[in-house]
Nanobody, 125 residues
């Protein structure tokens, strides 16, 4: 069992920045990691993913160029740096972990093994 704890959410004005953190109870070096978000009244959606070694990343089109996912395996932590925030980025943000071995669809939430409890991000206009 891997426990994931997100932090760093809050209220920010449009155009501002936030950095989310996700700390894992196990070695993140053996997990591919992803960030998802769920806005009120909407389904959870993929935001960003990073491979277990950090050599590969990908992003949803809606956040490309504004968000950056990174990881520090020595600290068992994954980050999501969010810049140029927009009101439509308002959502609960979740990190997720997928065991590094085997094929998976990184945009598909059901393919992840563990989830955090989420952190709320509110962007005011």
């Amino acid at each position: 069992q891997v426990h994931l704890v997100e932090s760093g959410g809050g209220l920010v004005q449009a155009g501002g920045s936030l950095r989310l953190s996700c700390v894992a109870s196990a070695r993140t070096a053996t997990y591919n990691m992803g960030w998802f978000r769920q806005a009120p009244g909407k389904e959870r959606e993929f935001v960003a993913a990073v491979s277990w070694g950090g050599g590969w990343t990908d992003y949803a089109d809606s956040v490309k160029g504004r968000f950056t996912i990174s990881r520090d395996n020595a600290k068992n932590t994954v980050y999501l740096q969010m810049s140029s925030l927009k009101p439509e980025d308002t959502a609960d943000y979740y990190c997720a972990a997928k065991w590094y071995s085997g094929q998976y669809d990184y945009e598909k939430e059901n393919d992840y093994d563990y989830w955090g409890q989420g952190t709320q991000v509110t962007v005011s206009s």
